[in-house]
């Protein structure tokens, strides 16, 4: 199936290694599979530039329409110039080959081997049933766009442990599908994909590195559901544990469940938002629905617990902001619980929350706090859109204005 959808169309690049419609299948062994992203090519084949470097190329676009590759230096002397993606997203990142891909598949086995160099996304798991991931590692450079670990999506019934994941964007994506452009034309001809969930995930016993961590998100149309994650250790991640969505892209996100988390130099250790991709500052209101309500984000019911979280905030040599939780206000963020959290820091920091309703705290320390902010640690920029705390450690719980003590930059 080919990048950014479901069936092959014609122009869409193709999984370097793929199954369609297999039971009893996967890949097992000590072996490695390289995807040559980084490598250049001979002159005569997109003028000598890799699949790195055409995607870097192509982060100034704001469609991946045919006159905007021609229009671009770079991608005007490659294959990009005769081609056309009005359905694909910049947000999704240039299409590119992934390197494995699993679509419509069941009783899926993939372990030992190691992913490397990929063009895009390493191991993609769509439409799947019953997969377990053991053992498998995946190393590339922190620097190369949407090199995604393992992105299941619109799968169930998937187990993935002993993970070892350094790379340039999400170390685990879980999600279910865009909605398409136009909205809903994914699931008419000539696509006809399913509209199912990503559902009943277990990720446990891993170690991820460079990335923007363990995320669910962004494409979850179709939603997501019974997700847990036990036993993780984040090391110099861009984030920890994160959920990102928006109203382009949403649907319920529920049932969530992640403890026994440990993060080292991890630049947010917590990022919950509705406003993918870009999220309103401190000091910006809300932004104003654009979107239907057929794709408007629900989340709630999420339980975060046995966080310990070392030296925050700096990755890349870039701060990157508080750890947060940011809803939109027509759908707040509902039920959360936070439940032994430790974020520990040479630096002052914070959690900042915003359109959030119904969230239980126990044992949540954030040390030291923000200057700038109210000295329990806990910042509440929108009065309006936060009801029923309980059971903080804090007091007084103040709802204060955050100042200008920053905010993730969009798309992180």
Known sequence: SATGIGPSLPGHPEAMISGEGLTDTGIIGDGTIDGSGADAPPASIDNGQSWWAMAAAAKSLTDYAQASFQGNAVLAATSYAGTNFPDIPTSNGLPRPWLVEFYNCKDVTVGGVLLTNSPMWNLVLRYDTNVEVAGLRVLNDPSSANTDGIDPVGSQKLRFHGLSISTGDDNV?????????????????????PRVPTSDLRVENSVFGRGHGLSIGSETVNGIQHIRARNIQFLGTDNGFRIKTGRDRGNQIFDIDVRDLKMTDVGTPLSLSAYYPTIPGPTQGDIAQPEPAATRPYVHDISISTVEANNPGTVRDQTTGPSLVVGVPESPIASLT???????????????????????????????????????????????????????????????????????????
């Open 338 to 412: 936070l439940r032994d959290v430790a974020i520990n820091s040479a630096a002052p920091v914070y959690i900042r929350l915003r359109n959030v309703d119904g969230l239980t705290c126990q044992n949540v320390g954030v040390a030291p706090v923000s200057a700038s902010t109210p000295s329990q640690g806990h910042v509440f920029d929108n009065e309006g859109g936060l009801q029923a705390i309980e059971g903080c450690d804090v007091s007084p719980v103040v709802i204060a204005p955050e100042g200008n003590a920053g905010t993730p930059q969009a798309g992180q």
């Open 173 to 193: 994506a879980i999600k279910s599908g865009l909605p398409g452009i136009p909205a809903g034309s994914y699931y008419q001809p000539p696509y006809n994909l």
